[in-house]
């Protein structure tokens, strides 16, 4: 009979602790859009820039630069789209949000962060100091989230200032009733790639 030592008990169990604790880009994944208050996914939102679950190109991880987009299949119904773009990591860290895009959107060209967006589109800020784009350099790997809303309500009552930097969790919680149907995909930054 094969025996078993106290310390290969203890490590292992150990071990098992670490894997269920430990965050990283599998943990985020399982965050990517868990909530079950807002409707399921039913139009699309891509990028020809970066593939879903792909790693997004160095051209876009700089100040300023939006990713281009895609929108398809909004539903009838839709008064203004948002789109909003953040990581789950650290307690969630917002990049981009677009609100009160006209529902006939079907295309963001790149870099329209300011100048090429839709008259009635306003932007806003990311958890950086300037409305803009912000990726970084990340020690681990990073999955950022996109998200697409399609809502009964343009203008949006929201809040779009330098101290309000909005989420994935806190959009949905505060405009859950507002949301009629949703899109996503994801991207992500390897660890240690030049940001």
């Not at 990283?24 to 996914?41: K, S």
């Not at 539903?75 to 529902?103: K, M, N, Q």
């Not at 779009?160 to 989420?167: A, C, G, K, V, Y």
Request: glycine share 10%; proline share 9%.
């Amino acid at each position: 009979m094969t025996s078993i030592s106290f310390k290969t008990i203890t490590g292992f169990l150990v071990g098992l602790f670490l894997i269920s604790s430990c965050g990283g880009v599998n943990d985020e994944v399982t965050q990517l859009y868990a909530n079950p208050a807002v409707p399921p996914l039913s139009f699309s939102v891509s990028s020809p820039a970066v593939a879903n679950g792909g790693n997004l190109p160095l051209a876009f991880r700089v100040n300023g630069q939006n990713l281009p987009l895609d929108i398809a299949g909004v539903p009838s119904g839709t008064l203004g789209i948002a789109i909003l773009i953040d990581t789950a990591a650290g307690g969630g860290y917002s990049h981009w949000l677009v609100v009160d895009l006209p529902p006939s959107t079907t295309s963001i060209a790149a870099n329209q962060d300011t100048t090429g967006l839709p008259p009635d589109a306003r932007k806003g800020y990311s958890s950086h100091p300037t409305p803009v784009h912000g990726y970084e350099a990340p020690i681990l790997a990073r999955t950022y989230r996109v998200r697409a809303y399609a809502l009964n309500q343009k203008p949006m009552t929201i809040t779009l200032n330098t101290t309000t930097h909005w989420t994935v969790p806190t959009f949905e919680a505060a405009f859950g009733p507002s949301i009629i149907a949703t899109a996503a995909y994801s991207f992500i930054i390897a660890a240690g790639a030049p940001g």
